[in-house]
């Protein structure tokens, strides 16, 4: 899977059905594995914000990668 299709999915917290927003960055290490994604809400709630709440959800977190949706577990 690429990161480009990871980048059309919705990011939702399997807690409270929350929708986090889109990936728009991941952290990366030397030895290529994954340390967190970076997700940002929806352009709508951005612009009422005013600034960035991008949030790090760590590989750990994800719990599964559907075909729409990634579901995460954030508490």
Partial sequence: MRISDLQTKDVVNQNDGRNIGKIIDMDILENGTIN????????????????????????????????????????
Wanted: aromatic share 8%; no cysteine; glycine share 2%.
């Fill in 36 to 75: 967190f994604f970076v997700v940002e809400p929806k352009k709508m709630i951005r612009k009422l914000n005013f600034s960035s709440n991008e949030t790090n959800i760590k590989l750990e977190q994800v719990i599964k990668i559907g075909e729409d949706v990634i579901l995460v577990d954030l508490k």
